[in-house]
Nanobody, 128 residues
């Protein structure tokens, strides 16, 4: 599988902002839906945000709606997650995922894990 490389994680104070980036190496995912998931210590991995192949359709889990924004630049083959008004409960390892099967939001949100190409994860810690 193609390697997805995340960057931009780090330590930030509550109320602060971070931008995560995800870029695949070796091929383009410009015609595939992409998304972000996260896994907090002791918890299962959960869906955060998804974007369709063109970038015109997005979807978020309720807890980040209005605070996080997913976007993509297909010319740069990169997907972003802008995170504002961060809270301690946003602390987690954040994973980028690319659909291996489709272009739409559902190909991320409802996809079995094996239908997604995963990145290695980047740590986000929100703490004062």
């Amino acid at each position: 599988q193609v390697q997805l490389v995340e960057s931009g994680g780090g330590l930030v104070q509550p109320g602060g902002s971070l931008r995560l980036s995800c870029a695949p190496s070796g091929r383009t995912f410009s015609t595939n839906a992409m998304g972000w998931f996260r896994q907090a210590p002791g918890k299962e991995r959960e869906f955060v945000a998804a974007i369709n192949w063109s970038g015109h359709s997005t979807y978020y889990t309720d807890s980040v709606q209005g605070r996080f924004t997913i976007s993509r630049d297909n010319a740069k083959n990169t997907v972003y997650l802008d995170m504002d008004r961060l809270r301690p409960e946003d602390t987690a390892v954040y994973y980028c995922a690319a659909s291996l099967t489709g272009q739409g939001i559902g190909d991320i949100v409802q996809a079995p894990p094996l239908n997604l190409n995963w990145g290695q994860g980047t740590q986000v810690t929100v703490s004062s």
